[in-house]
């Protein structure tokens, strides 16, 4: 067995039991919080380099399908770009939640598509090829759309301005995303061993990162988490639910083939959750990363759940779950 091989194995092996880490080490921080905490110092690093993870998947293709399929691109990110948003606000004005905790779930919505997104649209015999391209826009396009968001609906109860939250997107997605790009580029043109042996190896490196994020902000939210009320949990599967459906839904609606009314389902209700406990760490009350938190776990459980039911309704059996890089 090749040394190549060995890295696909342990991405493989590490992604495909992704639910499993998260609750495990969640689970962990609720026992111990103390040996987890730490790990928010590092929070912003970590997402930097998922998302540097991000950019080793990209190529120029995925990029010259906004110009040549560009109808079907716009329509998925506005889908995005607006029921998220709007679904959060809704939710946090019609449950009660209080603001500080009430802002995750503006942070989440306003949040663009986590790589997750890709993974599941595979493994639901959806368009991946839009997918990618519905993702990559979204995610340049967060450091305008996401600060822009959470001022217009949070603006009266934070104290956190538009350029800051922006710069803070540009330094941990915007920027590693172009630098993994590059690297890419560089890597397939130069060392095309060494562009599959990170490709390889990246899916565990991000999952690693991913729990390691969970399990900190778990850890910070203890008392939280154990003295949330339903309506917390009920905010995050709503959600989840209104974005799977209103993707979907919107793709029909609009004309799209069902292998992009799929993509669309997948690219609007699973959310970068992990920028959004950053930025929750960031600039706002610990309180504010719990329901990001929570939705990093749950929408990793409604995903693979609805990329099973397309399969079963195709009469094909589902793919093993096998992220590229991170699922989030």
């Known amino acids: 067995m090749s040394w190549l091989t060995a890295l696909e194995r342990i991405g493989r092996f590490t992604s495909r039991f992704f639910v499993a880490w998260v609750l495990l080490f969640a689970a962990l921080a609720l026992y111990s919080p103390g040996a987890f905490t730490p790990i928010a110092d590092y929070i912003s690093i970590l997402l930097g380099v998922i998302m540097l993870g991000m950019g080793l998947t990209l190529t120029p293709a995925d990029f010259r399908r906004i110009v040549e399929r560009p109808r079907d691109v716009l329509i998925g990110a506005l889908a995005q770009w607006l029921v998220m948003p709007l679904a959060a606000y809704l939710l946090v004005i019609g449950l009660g939640l209080p603001w500080e905790i009430g802002v995750g779930l503006i942070l989440v919505g306003a949040a663009p598509g986590g790589t997750a997104s890709n993974v599941m649209t595979y493994l639901g015999r959806g368009d991946v090829a839009l997918s990618v391209t519905i993702t990559s826009l979204t995610t340049i396009a ?49 060392a095309p061993t060494a562009a599959r042996a990170g490709l390889s190896i990246f899916p565990a490196i991000s999952v690693a990162a991913i729990v390691a994020i969970v399990a900190a902000v778990v850890g910070l939210n203890v008392e939280n988490i154990l003295t949330a009320s339903a309506l917390v949990f009920l905010a995050v599967v709503l959600h989840n639910g209104i974005g799977l459906g209103a993707g979907y839904g919107v793709g029909r609606a609009t004309g799209m083939a069902e292998d992009r009314a799929r993509a669309c389902a997948f690219e609007v209700g699973l959310q970068n959750s992990g920028l959004a406990v950053a930025l929750a760490v960031a600039f706002f009350d610990p309180a504010a990363a719990l329901i990001p938190a929570i939705f990093s776990v749950w929408h990793n459980v409604t995903g693979p759940a609805l990329a099973n039911y397309f399969t079963r309704i195709d009469g094909e059996p589902v793919a093993d779950y096998e992220p590229s890089i991170a699922s989030d």
């Open 142 to 190: 967060a450091p305008l759309v996401m600060p822009a968001w959470v001022i217009l609906l949070a603006g009266q109860e934070i104290t956190v301005t538009f350029a800051e939250m922006a710069e803070e997107i540009v330094l941990i997605v915007l920027i590693p995303v172009i630098a993994g790009l590059s690297l890419r580029y560089v890597l397939d043109r130069y």
